[in-house]
Each structure stands twice: as structure tokens, then as C-alpha cells.
């Protein structure tokens, strides 16, 4: 089975699969009871192919309107332009003075022309009432206006589903409706035969059975859409930096309008139509909206910027024009948005399951509706009536007709698929809780398989919360730790070393001082940033005021491949002056001076050069990141076009930033190599903190290997073959070794692998990944958009709870699949050998959708909702080669059906002597009854494949005593209460007591089973 699966349904991957792999699969799903249900979670493909028009649309729109508005540009320089704009009166009455369908006109169609008749960006800025330093307005009054007129940032979503739509698609059962119609018939010829109400028991209890598994499916599934309703919502949580009443504040995406001053920069999306107001390096990726590879670059000249496009380099302010569905990207979200999630391969490895089985029970139902006929007719053929039909015998057609329907009913285990989506939803609820917010359904059940950890330091393995603890300014190391220590440490180097290590400290700088609500001041920016500026402050520095001093011209922002960030400034007297800071060999070695004590620049002699050398070593050993920091003056023939000079730097000097391992983290790399995964270390930081911060986390051991990325990058194939298996730590690595590495694990070594990214240039390395982990408070919005998974507190004891979780989805889902298929072949043939041999079935159709119940939906709740325990991550992982029915699942369902069988087929033979029954309907009702309770007690031995103690945290889980205990009290109900809808008959005690024993006496067996050796697969 698992070689038919491999080859059938083995194409669908857990992310990026291709539209021909998805198609495939559904083609060979023939045997479907009801697609509405079946396909309910799978993607829309009519809905993705319309996505991917109108991104070509948008290519060819944007294309020629670049174009247009290139030639525009060259055409209306120097031209007087008149306007023909007339303000609609509802504008100009809100107090605006332009439309929303202007605005959009110009960004969105890269319209030169107009942006210049309404006087430029200053000019659109008037118009929207706002301003450039201060922002919009916010009481609640003008807040409402703008909304009225310009409408807000919400794409238009499907509507909710409400409960009675899930009741109407369960109707779509295929089986149920045939049921239904041979129960109508039942029904009227009842009636008609016996009168009423004697004649209607038959069909009414059809329909009852049929209404009531109509009633539990839509229930489930309504549960599970408001689950995956709730996770969506927050997966749409994105917050942006705005101005707003002249403070700098964050808001949600879904509250910015027209006028607003956004910030952005590296990594983020841009949350709206708008236009550049200034900024510096901004390269935009439109990728995402138009499929155009080549970044735009984005200023004065050209400010159009587009909502869902995102900030590839640089930094800026823009200003908000068009919201929600008036932009491109509103329109494609909309349509996007019903193209829904790809199935996991998971889900279709059960509907191959759920084929194959189906294929199986269409021809028994056959089969035994043909026996059960010719054993009606043989009899009939014997009495010399085959030529005349009672009413009665017809009915009895018509109830072996509704049989063999039933028992594909039963066969076709609909719910396995559908299991999968129930235990993925419970896990990314309860995954919520646990701080991890899961974007791609297949993360889930793939984490569980995961042999592979590689996290990031910063952030995740430490707490991301920095202070500069020392420095080296004029060759002298010092403790800074606190304010005291730094006013002391300045009082102790020259002035003019403290001032050109200020204005390096707040020039130089991604980062910003402001004043937020309730005059608090603030410090914005990454947790590096906000150390350096803290400790700026506590030298005695003034950000404010520095800024003031000096004009920055030029930012090449930091970013992974260069290890360094640099601005240019002006100064006061005229000339221009780069700062530049990074990693702190890489800008030493671009260094020839330096400060000395004295606060002279000097050449940066040998023994100079190894006293700084010592410095970042010693520093780095004590695990402290040390980032160094210098300057250049620069003559005055310097091009701002030109990029920054790459040496002749004067070093200021060296600073050592203090990030704590965070608790918990030694235990929880401990967890991962108890259940086998390893976990590897790859940072941008200096190999000596990258190691000592990993011994300290238990990553790096006696015999692990640390590798720098230079190194990595020159090492050949062969070479990598023997590295890589005990490679721990890489430090000072790019984005592409990070992707090198995760490439190799998956292909040379077939690992799963999963890999951490905060940053815009992990994007390459989380989507290659078998899981992308994104850290929600670090990470940018191009990171989380590559995820799988967002840590939304950025820990790494969160990823092995999510491993943990991925696990129990898993073998939960096995649990199921091993208890629902014992049923399936137990009720089938059961019921196909008593009517070759008997000639009737001693499961009616009422009794056989009931088991139907007991089994899908209500097994699916039971054992697809089990909370994982702690021993789950004791165990191996599953890798990329295990298969999903395993041979200890064979054993216990082969087993379990083997008792079973034994034990009904005994009561059948046996029954009437051995318990002095009478009668059929009473043997029946036995036979129905002890088949429900080894179902009742084959759940509870399923709660575990390979322990014996089945009982431990049973009480814990409320979804399954819950459901053992309605099976139950139902199976009470129908037995004692309903006999004449069910076929059945009210027991005595011996009789019940009989029916609980035989049903009980399944544990024992499925513990017996568990103590017979088979090879894992």
C-alpha cells in the first residue's frame, strides 16, 4: 500500500508543489462520497490560475505605465501645466481638495503629469489635510471623514460560513442520499403495507440515522472553520510605524488612511498605495504583484510606491494615497484569498487511503447485494413464486440495497482526509497559545518528521535584549555597564574622542530617538541600534541635537553580505564626513589609524592593530558581540552617486554588546538531541561568541566542528560530505551559506530540515527549508511571508514545542487511521460473509451509520485531538523516508480485526445456544451491541500504538472521555429506547453484561499484540 501511495500520491510536497501534482491526485480520488466536504480543504486552482492573470495584468499595466511615465517626464519639464481636476463637492465638503479615484490614478497608473499639476508630493500632502513632520490628525471625528471619503485598508474576504451552510454540504453525501431516497420508498410502502405509524419505523429510522450524522459532520466542521477563522485573523496581524499627531506610533495595517506618514524600512511591506517623501538606497521587490525579479529603485524622482511590494534596501517615509480595494494588491488579496491553502501530504496520502479502501468496499457492497438477491431469489425459485413479488419481499430488496449502500457508507473512510484537518487546526490553536502561529497547514505535521534545527543566535537562542557592557575608545577597554560607568569612562578620554564617537553613535545610525505618547522618550529600532543609542545617552550625548549639527546625505544601510552599515554627513563648515560601523574585524581591516589616548589620529601600527585584534578576541570570548566603529574624512570631490570608501578609515573604537542566552534553552536543546534532532548554530557573529555562546546553550560539544562562512563558502563537494554531518557552529555566515547548508542537509544527507531567519535576506533559506521559522518581534515582513511557522516570542524552546506539536499531529493521525481502518474491515466483512453464508446481514442500515459515526467523525475527535505527551520527544523522528501505515499499525489492526471476527462470528453461529437466545432480532442486537463496545474499547487501546498503559492523562483529555462517554449513553439509548427505528431489541442484564466483556476483552488482546516485535517499517 505504501509503494501505491508513494507512487500515486507521493507528488504533493509540503510547500510550493506544483498546480500539476495538485491536479493529479484529485483526478485519481474517484470514489468520493461527497466533494464539497472531501475538497472542502484543499486549494482552488480556478481561483489561483485568475490570481496569476491578474499578475500579469499588473506587469504589463505597470510596465507601460514606467514607460509612459519616463517619456512624461522628459515631455513636461518646462511645460506650464493646466489643471482640468474639479474636486467633487462631498471632497471639498470633508475639507480634502482630492478624490480618491485621483489619487489612485496617479500612483497606481505612474501618472508624472498629474503628480506635478497637484503640485508634487507637498502639493497631495496639502490636499489630504495632513503634514509631512506631524501627520494626521486623530480625534475621533476626522478619523471617521477620512474613512467615509477615502475608504480603508480591507480587502474584500469571502463571507462567513454559517452553521447551516456545513448542514447543507453534509447533505451532499452521495451514500446519504440514496439512502435517503430508499428510505422514502421504505417509507411509502410501509405505510402502505403495514398503515401507520408500524410501516414507517423501517424508513423513519433511516432518516433519523441520516439527519443525525448529518448534524454531528456539520457541527465538527463548523467548529473547525471558526478554528481556522481565528487563526487567520491573526496571521493578518501586521503593524506599521506611522506619524500621527507629531508622534511616532505603531498601528495596525488594517487603521492606516490616506495622509498618513509611514516609515519603512528593510524587510517591510509596503502597507499601501503611496508616494516616496524622502529616504535613502530605497530598492523596492514588486515581485509579489506584478512577478517582475528586478528590484525598482524608488526616490524623488520616481515616488510611486505599491501596496503589497516590499522594501528590498534603504529606508523612507512615504505618504499613504489609496487604500484597501482601490489598489492592485487589495483586488489580487481578494481573489487570492479563496484560492486557499495547498493541501498537506498528509491529507492526500489519505485520500489515497481513502480511494484505495473505497475501491475495496464498492465491491463488497456489490458483491453482497448480489448474494444476498440470489439467496432471496434461489429461495423464491424453490417455492415455485419466482414470478410473483410481495410487497415484503421487495422491501427486503429495497433493505439489501440500502445494506450495500451502507457498507460503502462505511468502507469509504471519508473522514481520514478529513482527520488530518481536524488534528492540524487543534494543533494550530493550541500551537497559538504556545506562542508559535502556524501560516502553512503542512508545517505542522512536517515539524514532527524534523531531523534538523538551524537556528539563528541572536534573538532566539538569546534574549535580544543589549546593552554595551564594555568598550575600547583610545586603546582603553573599560566596564560601561550602567550610567555611572559610562560618565565615568567618558570623564576619562579626550573631548574630541567623546564628540566623534557621539556623532558616530547617532549619525550612523538605523535607528531613532522620539518623543512618544505622554513625552516618554523612546528608542525605535533593531536591539543593536537601540544598545548603541542607549549607551550614546549615557555618555552625556544629545541624539536631538547631534542630528541637528550635522546633515546626513547618504545611508547604505546595513544589511548580511556586507556585515556593515555607513552614512555620509555634511558638517556645519561644508565638507563631508563618513561614519561606518559593522562587524568588527571586517571594519578594522578596513582601518590605517586610529584614536590614541591622547585623542590624536595616528597610524594604526602592527602592535596597534594586535592590541585591537585582542580586544574584539577577548570581548568575544566572554560572548559579547563587539561591533567596532570608524570614520573617514573625505575630500571634496567625493560623488554622493559613488558608493562608500571601502578602507583608509580611522578606528574610534571598539564596543561590546551584552545578549543574554535565554532561560530554558540549554533544556531545550538537550530535548532536541534526546529525540534525535541536532540542532546547528548559524550567525553573521565572530566565531569566538558564536562558539562560546553556543557551549554555553549545549550546542557545540567535544567533537563538534565551528566553521566560518568564508571557509564554508571555499570547501568542495567531497569536502562538505565529510563537514557537514558534525558541523555545529557557523559563524559570520551570509544568507547564501545559511541556504547553501539547508540545501546539502536535504539533498546530500535527506534530512528535514527546519531553519530560523528574522531578516529579509533568510527569505532564500526559509523557503528552501522543509520549515521556514520566522521570529515575530525580530523578524521582517519578507521573513514571515517566506514562513511556514512565525515564533511570535522569537524563543527557541518555542520551535521544540512546535517539533513537539508537529509530532503528536502525526501519531495522532495514526492513532485514527489504525482505529477507523479495524472498523472498516471488521463492518465489511462481517457483514459480507453473513450474507454468502447466512444469507442476510446482521448489521442494519441504521446500525451500520451509527458505527459510521462512532468511527469518523467522533473517532476523528477522539484521537485526532490528543493533546502530545512529554516520552513523544524520547522517540526517533520519523525522517523524509518513514511510512505513514507502519508495520506496528498492521500488527495492531490485523490483530484487533482478527478478535473481533472471531468474537462476532461465534455470537452468529454460536450465539442462540450458547446464550439461550430465541430469536434473531435479540442475536442481532447482540451482535450489534458487543461490536460497538470492542469499537468503545479498541478506542481507548488506540490512545497508544506500541505502550500497554493506554490510561495515562485519559482524564486530562476532555474531547475523549466526552466522546467515549455520548458513544455509550447513544448505545444505551438505541438498544433500551429506539429498537423499533434501530432493529433492535431492549437486552437483559447477562446479555449487556456479555456484550461489555467481549468488547473489553479487546485490551487485553491489543496489549498482547503490542509484545510481538516488528521492524519499524
Not at 571598539?654 to 534553552?665: A, L, M, Q, S, T
Request: aromatic share 8%; proline share 3%; charged share 20%.
Amino acid at each position: 500500500m505504501e509503494n501505491y501511495l508513494n507512487e500515486n500520491f507521493g507528488d504533493v510536497k509540503p510547500k510550493n508543489s506544483s498546480d500539476e501534482a495538485l491536479q493529479r491526485w484529485r483526478k485519481l480520488c474517484w470514489i468520493v462520497k461527497n466533494p464539497k466536504r472531501r475538497f472542502r480543504f484543499t486549494a482552488n486552482l480556478t481561483k489561483r490560475s485568475e490570481a496569476e492573470a491578474i499578475r500579469r495584468s499588473n506587469q504589463e499595466k505597470f510596465r507601460v505605465a514606467v514607460l509612459v511615465s519616463q517619456a512624461a517626464l522628459q515631455f513636461i519639464n518646462g511645460l506650464k501645466l493646466s489643471s482640468e481636476y474639479t474636486v467633487p463637492e462631498e471632497v471639498r465638503k470633508a475639507g480634502f481638495e482630492i478624490c480618491p479615484d485621483e489619487l489612485g490614478s496617479i500612483v497606481e497608473g505612474h501618472d508624472v503629469k498629474k503628480l506635478k499639476i497637484h503640485g508634487g508630493t507637498e502639493g497631495i500632502t496639502e490636499k489630504l489635510c495632513t503634514s509631512i513632520t506631524s501627520g494626521i490628525a486623530t480625534s475621533e471625528d476626522l478619523l471617521s471623514v477620512r474613512k467615509e471619503i477615502y475608504g480603508i485598508n480591507q480587502f474584500t474576504e469571502s463571507p462567513i460560513r454559517g452553521f447551516w451552510l456545513f448542514v447543507w454540504e453534509a447533505l451532499q453525501d452521495t451514500t446519504l442520499m440514496i439512502l435517503a431516497a430508499c428510505a422514502f420508498v421504505s417509507l411509502i410502502v410501509g405505510i402502505l403495507m403495514e398503515g401507520w405509524p408500524i410501516g414507517a419505523h423501517d424508513g423513519l429510522g433511516i432518516v433519523a440515522s441520516i439527519l443525525l450524522v448529518v448534524f454531528v459532520t456539520a457541527t465538527s466542521d463548523y467548529r473547525q472553520s471558526l478554528q481556522f477563522k481565528d487563526l487567520d485573523a491573526e496571521k493578518k496581524k501586521i503593524v506599521v510605524q506611522v506619524t500621527r499627531d507629531k508622534m511616532r506610533q505603531k498601528i495596525s495595517i488594517y487603521d492606516l488612511l490616506p495622509g498618513d506618514i509611514v516609515h519603512l524600512g528593510i524587510g517591510d511591506q509596503v502597507p499601501a498605495d503611496g508616494l516616496f517623501l524622502s529616504g535613502f538606497s530605497v530598492l523596492i521587490d514588486e515581485s509579489s504583484l506584478t512577478g517582475e525579479s528586478e528590484p525598482i529603485s524608488v526616490s524623488v524622482e520616481h515616488p510611486f510606491l505599491l501596496s503589497g511590494t516590499k522594501v528590498q534596501d534603504g529606508s523612507c517615509k512615504m505618504l499613504v494615497t489609496t487604500v484597501g480595494m482601490r489598489t492592485q494588491w487589495g483586488k489580487l488579496m481578494a481573489t487570492l484569498s479563496e484560492g486557499g491553502d495547498d493541501e498537506t501530504p498528509l491529507q492526500v496520502k489519505l485520500n489515497g487511503v481513502a480511494t484505495i479502501i473505497g475501491k475495496i468496499g464498492l465491491f463488497f457492497a456489490v458483491i453482497t447485494f448480489a448474494v444476498l438477491v440470489q439467496g432471496l431469489a434461489t429461495r423464491k425459485l424453490q417455492d415455485g413464486s419466482h414470478w410473483v413479488w410481495t410487497g415484503e419481499e421487495l422491501m427486503a430488496v429495497l433493505e439489501f440495497f440500502a445494506v450495500a449502500v451502507t457498507i460503502v457508507v462505511v468502507a469509504v473512510p471519508e473522514g481520514l482526509p478529513l482527520a488530518v484537518t481536524l488534528s492540524l487546526a487543534f494543533a494550530m490553536k493550541k500551537m497559538m497559545n504556545d506562542k508559535a502561529l502556524v501560516r502553512n497547514l503542512a508545517a505542522c505535521e512536517t515539524m514532527g518528521s524534523a531531523t534538523t534545527i538551524c537556528s539563528d543566535k541572536t534573538g532566539t537562542l538569546t534574549t535580544n535584549h543589549m546593552t554595551v557592557v564594555k568598550a575600547c575608545i583610545c586603546g582603553q577597554a573599560k566596564e560601561v555597564n550602567g550610567s555611572d560607568a559610562a560618565r565615568s569612562f567618558a570623564s576619562s578620554i579626550p573631548e574630541s574622542a567623546v564628540k566623534v564617537l557621539l556623532q558616530s553613535i547617532f549619525t550612523n545610525t538605523g535607528g531613532e530617538i522620539v518623543v512618544g505618547k505622554g513625552n516618554k522618550t523612546e528608542i525605535l529600532g533593531s536591539p543593536t541600534e537601540t544598545a548603541l543609542l542607549e549607551f550614546g545617552l549615557s555618555l552625556g550625548g544629545d541624539f536631538q541635537e547631534e542630528r541637528q549639527a550635522s546633515n546626513v546625505v547618504k545611508v547604505e544601510p546595513f544589511n548580511s553580505t556586507k556585515k556593515r552599515m555607513g552614512v555620509v554627513i555634511e558638517l556645519s563648515e561644508g565638507h563631508y564626513r563618513v561614519h561606518c560601523k559593522g562587524a568588527s574585524e571586517i571594519v578594522l581591516a578596513a582601518c590605517d589609524k586610529y584614536i590614541n589616548k591622547d585623542g590624536e589620529v595616528v597610524p594604526l601600527d602592527e602592535e596597534s592593530t594586535r592590541h585591537l585584534e585582542n580586544i574584539i578576541e577577548e570581548f568575544a570570548s566572554e560572548a559579547l558581540r563587539t561591533l567596532c566603529l570608524a570614520y573617514l574624512e573625505v575630500s571634496d570631490d567625493f560623488s554622493l552617486e559613488d558608493s562608500l570608501p571601502s578602507g583608509g578609515y580611522t578606528c574610534i573604537g571598539i564596543v561590546g554588546i551584552k545578549d543574554p542566552v535565554r532561560p530554558g534553552v540549554k533544556e531545550s536543546v538537550a530535548i532536541c538531541r534526546a529525540a534525535g534532532i541536532t540542532v546547528r548554530m548559524v550567525t553573521g557573529d565572530n566565531i569566538t561568541t558564536a562558539k562560546a555562546i553556543a557551549r554555553e546553550c549545549g550546542i557545540l560539544t567535544d567533537d563538534g566542528i565551528a566553521i566560518e562562512g568564508p571557509e564554508f563558502r571555499e570547501k568542495s563537494e567531497e569536502e562538505l560530505l565529510k563537514l557537514i554531518p558534525n558541523l555545529q557552529v557557523m559563524a559570520r555566515s551570509s544568507p547564501m551559506d545559511k541556504h547553501t547548508l539547508v540545501r546539502h542537509l536535504r539533498t546530500m544527507f535527506q534530512e528535514v530540515v527546519a531553519v530560523t531567519g528574522d531578516g529579509t535576506n533568510d527569505a532564500p533559506a526559509l523557503h528552501e527549508a522543509d520549515i521556514g521559522l520566522a521570529m515575530g518581534i525580530s523578524g521582517t515582513e519578507v521573513a514571515k511571508e517566506s514562513a511556514d511557522v512565525i515564533i511570535l516570542d522569537d524563543n527557541f524552546s518555542t520551535i521544540v514545542t512546535v517539533a513537539k506539536w508537529g509530532r503528536s499531529v502525526y501519531i495522532n493521525i495514526q492513532k485514527f487511521v489504525q482505529f477507523q481502518l479495524t472498523v472498516n474491515v471488521v463492518a465489511l466483512i462481517v457483514n459480507f460473509l453473513s450474507a454468502c453464508l447466512t444469507g442476510n446481514a446482521p448489521l442494519t442500515a441504521v446500525q451500520l451509520l451509527w458505527v459510521n459515526m462512532i468511527m469518523d467523525t467522533l473517532g476523528a475527535l477522539a484521537l485526532a485531538t490528543e493533546p502530545p505527551q512529554d516520552d513523544l520527544m524520547k522517540r526517533s523522528p520519523v525522517g523524509r523516508k518513514g511510512n505513514f501505515i507502519s508495520n506496528v499499525m498492521w500488527r495492531n489492526i490485523l490483530g484487533q480485526s482478527l478478535y473481533q471476527l472471531v468474537i462476532i462470528w461465534c455470537l452468529q453461529t454460536k450465539g442462540k445456544t450458547m446464550f439461550d437466545i430465541d430469536s434473531d432480532l435479540t442475536l442481532n442486537t447482540l451482535i450489534f451491541n458487543t461490536f460497538v463496545f470492542c469499537q468503545v474499547f479498541n478506542e481507548i487501546s488506540s490512545r497508544e500504538m506500541e505502550k500497554i498503559d493506554v490510561f495515562t492523562g485519559i482524564l486530562k483529555n476532555y474531547v475523549f472521555v466526552g466522546v467515549l462517554t455520548c458513544t455509550v449513553v447513544f448505545q444505551v439509548i438505541i438498544i433500551e429506547l429506539l429498537g423499533t427505528f434501530a432493529d433492535t431489541t431492549p437486552l437483559n442484564w447477562s446479555q449487556w453484561f456479555v456484550s461489555i466483556v467481549l468488547g473489553f476483552l479487546g485490551m487485553p488482546v491489543a496489549a498482547a499484540l503490542k509484545m510481538i516485535p516488528v521492524g519499524a517499517h
